[in-house]
Structures are given as C-alpha cells and as structure tokens.
C-alpha cells in the first residue's frame, strides 16, 4: 500500500545519529526522500550507505555558520517536511554552569532552530503547504535538577512551535511538536558530572529509545490532511 510519505522531500537536522538517525530511516522506508544535515560528515554517509541509493542526500555543517544556512535555504523550496531535531545538552547544577554552556544550548536549541525553521517556512507559505515537527522535550514544560538552562531553551523552542502553529496555519501549513521523556541517545555521553551520574545510576526506569520517538514523528506526518497532532507527549513507562 502507498504512503501518504511516498516521494516527499523531508529535510531532518541533527540526523547523524539518535533521533534523527532513527527517524530519517522510518520515514525513507515510508518512500520519503530524506535530506539529511548534521555535523558529522562520516555518520551522514552511514545513514545514506544504510538506505537505496538515491533515498538520502546528505549535507553536513554547523546550524550556527551561516554560509551552511544559506546551503540549506536553497534546498527549501522542494522541502515539504521539516523535523527540527538538532539539540545539545550539557547537565549541571545551575551555580556551575558556565556563560559558554548557556550560550552553547541557548545558540543551537533556539536561536539556530529558529533561524532554519524561518528559511524553510517561508518556502512553505509560497506553496501553501508543508508540515513543521519541533522536536521539544518534557522538560519543555517542566523543569528538573541539573537541566536547568537546557528546560529553559526547551520551553523557548516550544514557544516557537506555538507561534509558528497560530501564524502559519492560514498557509495550510501544519505544525506538530513531539516531546519526549528520557530518551536513550548520545547526548547525555558528555555529562559526567558526579551529581548527574548519581542521579542517572538510580533511575529506576528505562528510557525511550530512538526509534519509539521515530515512531511518533511518522504518526503525526502520516495523520489525515484535516488532522494535525499539535502536541505528542512520550513519557517512559514508571517515569512519572
């Protein structure tokens, strides 16, 4: 049977591992065409190597560099779909954060994610379609020990998906924010402060993995052209 994916363009950030890994993949065995950004030149060509030739285009770069954003902005006007996946994480308590780490988060979780959602929802209203996924988080409307600054750029980046919803929804664009729990990715690899580590050793509950949250994604882009999941919360079952 044909997917309502088949031979659309989606462009998904932060795609060379995890979530965007996880999610490039479900959608190019949907018929999608998958363009693939990310930092890491050689995970990118993994992902491409992984699918049929001809699924995956990969262009890697930093979301902050300019001239990387210009590369992306010509490649808008054939994207149907965007997946704003790309985030950093750095824990600690708040009195340790550094003016780098806030900057670091705050730059690539909101400032660059906005900036690229702006380039290729510009593109949309030309055509008058097109589906905006905001990848947030749980801790987009709570907040937790030790994440203090990367729950504050959650919370921001889900504003954004609000008003991107309420401005573009005349264009017959829609816009779906997909925010999960506790998610077993790379991100949390750089955190070895010993008070996050304590905390992480007594969880008594199993994270989500990629591919669940890949799951979730391609339920909201495979809803109904008059059905559109605003918001998709995934928690890991005992979480609460």
């Not at 190597?49 to 262009?59: D, E, K, S």
């Amino acid at each position: 049977m044909s997917s309502a994916l088949q031979g659309k363009t989606i462009l998904i950030t932060g795609a060379s591992a995890g979530i965007g890994r996880a999610t490039a993949m479900t959608l190019a065995r949907h018929g999608a065409h998958i363009i693939a950004l990310g930092r890491r030149e050689p995970a990118l060509l993994q992902l491409q190597a992984a699918l049929p030739a001809g699924t995956v285009r990969i262009l890697a770069g930093d979301l902050n560099d300019d001239n990387y954003l210009r590369q992306i902005e010509a490649l808008a006007p054939e994207v149907d779909v965007f997946v704003n996946n790309a985030g950093v994480l750095r824990y600690a308590p708040i009195l340790e954060l550094t003016p780098e780490d806030c900057a670091w988060m705050f730059q690539t979780n909101v400032l660059a994610a906005l900036k690229i959602t702006q380039i290729l929802a510009r593109a949309m209203t030309v055509r008058k379609s097109g589906h905006l996924v905001f990848m947030s988080s749980i801790a987009a409307r709570e907040v937790y020990r030790m994440a203090s600054v990367y729950c504050a750029t959650k919370h921001a980046l889900s504003a954004l998906a609000r008003s991107f919803r309420l401005e573009l929804q005349s264009f017959g664009i829609k816009v779906t924010e997909v925010a999960p729990g506790m998610v077993d990715t790379e991100i949390r690899e750089g955190s070895n402060h010993p008070d996050v580590l304590a905390a992480v050793a007594t969880r008594k509950f199993k994270p989500l993995t990629a591919q669940e949250v890949a799951d979730a994604v391609a339920y909201a882009l495979l809803s109904s052209p008059n059905c559109c999941p605003d918001l998709i919360e995934l928690r890991p079952q005992g979480s609460f």
